[in-house]
């Protein structure tokens, strides 16, 4: 690792010191997969994805090889500093469980862990208003000019996340089994459906649904069924976003009021970068309680990951 004198910027002013110079490496960590990016002096240099290292959807094991995977990818030399956003990450004990995970490829880093939300609003270039996030799971999260957080649903799938991935695959089922309790043959969304998850019948689903073979990620992966069907003009499907998008901007709307800001909210995660029905559901439920400046992320959320490290820079050696 090398060394050379800078300025660093603390929450104490500015001192000017003999710091290491090796690469910020961000990591943002999913329900799916888990992306990350090695910056070397504030310039991406490689970027991977590989699976979840959330050890709330793998195995500790699973989470490790993940990350053994994706750092072979980006590379584990010279690296100072390492910033992860991760969901579930809901107290100091979350966060230093994921840092022990993350510390054998980063021996000599500063690894900073943090709610993924917060990666979501720096890749949205602001550094207060509400970051929401629509991706296998959802939350929102949030901070005033003043510095005070705020948050809303991400209590994970059995308690909540609605308007997300999982959220939608589940309501696919429940729709298939609805109409087979009521007697009605199977529609686009249910032949679709068993299609995808290689079955004959809707009653089967009940079996698959509670199988130790399914869970949390291979339900939200059918949610992609819910928008083709959307798009094709399937009706419920079509409510079924709308629904989404209705949760998702009460979510928002709560963190908001207990923020006392207006905005902006930062909208990401896989469903809400990408399905143009969902965004528009969720702009009109927030325009009817006068919340106007909605921004759909650009760029992925590790993105987000410099700014936050100027914000919470490594501290000298």
């Known amino acids: 690792m090398t060394n050379s004198t800078n300025s660093v910027f603390t929450a104490e002013g500015i001192h000017t010191a003999s710091v290491a110079t090796g690469a910020l490496i961000g990591l943002d960590i999913g329900g799916t997969k888990t992306?990350?990016?090695?910056?070397?002096?504030?310039?991406?240099?490689?970027?991977?994805?590989?699976?979840?290292?959330?050890?709330?959807?793998?195995?500790?094991?699973?989470?490790r090889a993940h990350l053994a995977e994706l750092f072979a990818e980006i590379g584990y030399g010279d690296v100072r500093q390492v910033y992860a956003g991760a969901g579930g990450i809901d107290s100091d004990a979350d966060a230093e469980a994921l840092k022990a995970l993350i510390a054998p490829f980063a021996p000599k880093a500063l690894t900073t862990v943090v709610h993924d939300s917060r990666l979501l609003l720096a890749a949205g270039r602001v550094s207060s208003g509400v970051a929401v996030i629509a991706g296998t799971g959802s939350a929102a999260w949030?901070?005033?000019?003043?510095?005070?957080?705020?948050?809303?649903?991400?209590?994970?799938?059995?308690?909540?996340?609605?308007?997300?991935?999982y959220w939608l695959g589940r309501e696919a089922v429940r729709h298939s089994l609805r109409r087979m309790n009521q007697g009605y043959e199977a529609d686009a969304l249910t032949r679709s459906?068993?299609?995808?998850?290689?079955?004959?019948?809707?009653?089967?689903?009940?079996a698959l649904f509670h199988s130790a073979g399914t869970g949390r990620r291979y339900w939200a992966q059918q949610a992609r069924l819910v928008v083709e069907g959307a798009d094709a003009g399937h009706v419920p499907?079509?409510?079924?976003?709308?629904?989404?998008?209705?949760?998702?901007?009460?979510?928002?709307?709560?963190?908001?009021?207990?923020?006392?800001?207006?905005?902006?909210?930062?909208?990401?995660?896989?469903?809400?970068?990408?399905?143009?029905?969902?965004?528009?559901?969720?702009?009109?439920?927030?325009?009817?309680?006068?919340?106007?400046?909605?921004?759909?992320?650009?760029?992925?959320?590790v993105y987000g990951v410099p700014q936050l490290a100027a914000e919470h820079p490594a501290r000298p050696a």
């Open 35 to 63: 992306h990350g990016v090695r910056f070397e002096n504030g310039v991406p240099v490689a970027d991977s994805i590989a699976g979840s290292a959330n050890v709330q959807n793998v195995s500790r094991e699973g989470a």
């Open 142 to 165: 949030g901070r005033n000019p003043r510095g005070v957080d705020a948050r809303a649903g991400g209590w994970g799938y059995l308690l909540g996340d609605e308007g997300s991935g």
């Open 193 to 206: 459906l068993l299609r995808a998850c290689d079955l004959d019948h809707p009653n089967q689903l009940i």
């Open 237 to 301: 499907s079509q409510k079924m976003l709308d629904r989404a998008g209705q949760d998702l901007a009460d979510m928002t709307a709560q963190t908001l009021s207990q923020l006392g800001i207006a905005g902006p909210v930062v909208l990401g995660g896989g469903l809400g970068m990408h399905v143009l029905r969902l965004q528009s559901a969720f702009r009109e439920a927030l325009a009817r309680d006068g919340i106007t400046d909605v921004r759909p992320v650009t760029q992925d959320p």
